[in-house]
């Protein structure tokens, strides 16, 4: 009788909680519910990933010219949950008309967002989501898959705009987002592009951090299949992946080469702690810092040891604490 009375209130809470996302489905609070990308190409799924975290709402790739049967099915039981704004990224060359039109006739409604390249169509998605601009801009290659995915990433995690740049000159779209956008800092992440994007962008009046700007990846040559092979070609992007964002993270830590550091490239708690530590003059006890940030003492010991892997402060004990220094001088933009 007990394990009944038990098992009903917790059915209850259950079964609240699976209405809830539901009902707010119907809400205003994300003005897309799905993002469709198309699957023979990952870089429009790369694009995405920002806005999917910013939304936080999935990303489906389905074929660019048709939806199969089975996929018209998924997509009628998502729409019956009450998930109906359908986000469809990139021209109808890379998803065709009679897509949209199966997905209107399912009763959703799509709004597509494209331009006329995958450059263009990351600007476009840019600035429509960034309208008044931001302080930060990812730059990445639209060819070197890996970066694109290193830079993705790096955009989810700081909430900045991504936007992919050809592989030979800076591209007229990338211009389009720095007048738009109006970036205080550009970030470049990896390779695939231009050796003078940097002096480039900063002939346009713009502050510049490039990270692992000396990433080259060989490829090795494999004979030509008459059929694709997209598992293949999925596991070499996460292999990629797994070889790139290492790399860019330890660039990040270890290998800060100037001397002058822009305070973007930071996380936020790390931010807190530098400010912190530049109102003391640049020098402070490290056990002032809890109180100074309202950080406990074991996070303080684990943003300073990670603030000493980027080479930006350095510790000396003194009795029984330390003394924290700032080896580098640090860019604040308000």
Same mark, same amino acid.
Do not use: C
């Given at each position: 009788?007990?394990?009944?009375?038990?098992?009903?209130?917790?059915?209850?809470?259950?079964?609240?909680?699976?209405? /809830?996302?539901?009902?707010?489905?119907?809400?205003?609070?994300?003005?897309?519910?799905?993002?469709?990308?198309?699957?023979?190409?990952?870089?429009?799924?790369?694009?995405?990933?920002? &806005?999917?975290?910013m939304f936080g709402i999935p990303i489906l790739p389905v074929n660019p010219q048709e939806l199969d049967p089975g996929t018209l099915a998924q997509l009628e039981s998502y729409a019956k949950l009450g998930w109906t704004k359908i986000l469809? /990224?990139?021209?109808?060359?890379? /998803?065709?008309?009679?897509?949209?039109?199966?997905?209107?006739?399912?009763?959703?409604?799509?709004?597509?967002?494209?331009?006329?390249?995958?450059?263009?169509?990351?600007?476009?998605?840019?600035?429509?989501?960034?309208?008044?601009?931001?302080?930060?801009?990812?730059?990445?290659?639209?060819?070197?898959?890996?970066?694109?995915?290193?830079?993705?990433?790096?955009?989810?995690?700081?909430?900045?705009?991504?936007?992919?740049?050809?592989?030979?000159?800076?591209?007229?779209?990338?211009?389009?987002?720095?007048?738009? +956008?109006?970036?205080? +800092?550009?970030?470049?992440?990896?390779?695939?592009?231009?050796?003078?994007?940097?002096?480039?962008? @900063?002939?346009?009046?713009?502050?510049? &951090?490039?990270?692992?700007?000396?990433?080259?990846?060989?490829?090795?040559?494999?004979?030509?299949?008459?059929?694709?092979?997209?598992?293949?070609?999925?596991?070499?992007?996460?292999?990629?992946?797994?070889?790139?964002?290492?790399?860019?993270?330890?660039?990040?830590?270890?290998?800060?080469?100037?001397?002058?550091?822009?305070?973007?490239?930071?996380?936020?708690?790390? @931010?807190?702690?530098?400010?912190?530590? +530049?109102?003391?003059?640049?020098?402070?006890?490290?056990?002032?810092?809890?109180?100074?940030?309202?950080?406990?003492?074991?996070?303080?010991?684990?943003?300073?040891?990670?603030? #000493?892997?980027?080479?930006?402060?350095?510790? #000396?004990?003194?009795?029984?604490?330390?003394?924290?220094?700032?080896?580098? #001088? /640090?860019?604040?933009?308000?």
């Amino acid at each position: 009788m007990d394990k009944r009375a038990l098992a009903l209130p917790l059915i209850l809470l259950i079964a609240s909680s699976l209405t /809830i996302p539901f009902a707010s489905a119907q809400d205003n609070t994300s003005p897309y519910d799905l993002i469709l990308v198309r699957d023979d190409n990952m870089i429009d799924y790369i694009v995405a990933l920002p &806005y999917s975290h910013m939304f936080g709402i999935p990303i489906l790739p389905v074929n660019p010219q048709e939806l199969d049967p089975g996929t018209l099915a998924q997509l009628e039981s998502y729409a019956k949950l009450g998930w109906t704004k359908i986000l469809i /990224i990139g021209n109808s060359q890379a /998803i065709s008309d009679k897509v949209q039109d199966q997905l209107l006739e399912l009763g959703f409604s799509v709004e597509r967002i494209g331009g006329k390249d995958r450059t263009e169509t990351s600007v476009k998605l840019a600035e429509r989501f960034f309208p008044n601009g931001d302080q930060v801009l990812v730059v990445a290659s639209s060819s070197d898959y890996g970066s694109a995915l290193a830079a993705a990433r790096w955009a989810m995690v700081q909430h900045h705009p991504l936007v992919l740049n050809q592989n030979n000159t800076l591209s007229n779209s990338t211009r389009e987002a720095l007048q738009r +956008l109006q970036p205080s +800092l550009v970030v470049i992440i990896g390779a695939g592009l231009p050796d003078d994007l940097e002096s480039q962008i @900063r002939a346009l009046g713009y502050q510049t &951090y490039w990270i692992k700007k000396d990433l080259t990846i060989t490829v090795p040559t494999t004979p030509v299949q008459k059929e694709t092979n997209w598992t293949l070609i999925i596991l070499a992007v996460i292999l990629s992946v797994a070889i790139v964002v290492p790399v860019t993270v330890y660039y990040a830590k270890k290998k800060w080469s100037a001397n002058k550091v822009p305070i973007e490239v930071l996380t936020e708690k790390e @931010r807190i702690v530098v400010k912190a530590i +530049l109102e003391k003059g640049g020098t402070v006890k490290q056990e002032e810092l809890p109180e100074l940030t309202g950080y406990s003492r074991p996070t303080i010991s684990r943003i300073i040891q990670e603030l #000493e892997k980027k080479q930006l402060v350095t510790r #000396e004990k003194v009795g029984k604490t330390f003394i924290v220094k700032l080896a580098k #001088e /640090i860019i604040l933009r308000e």
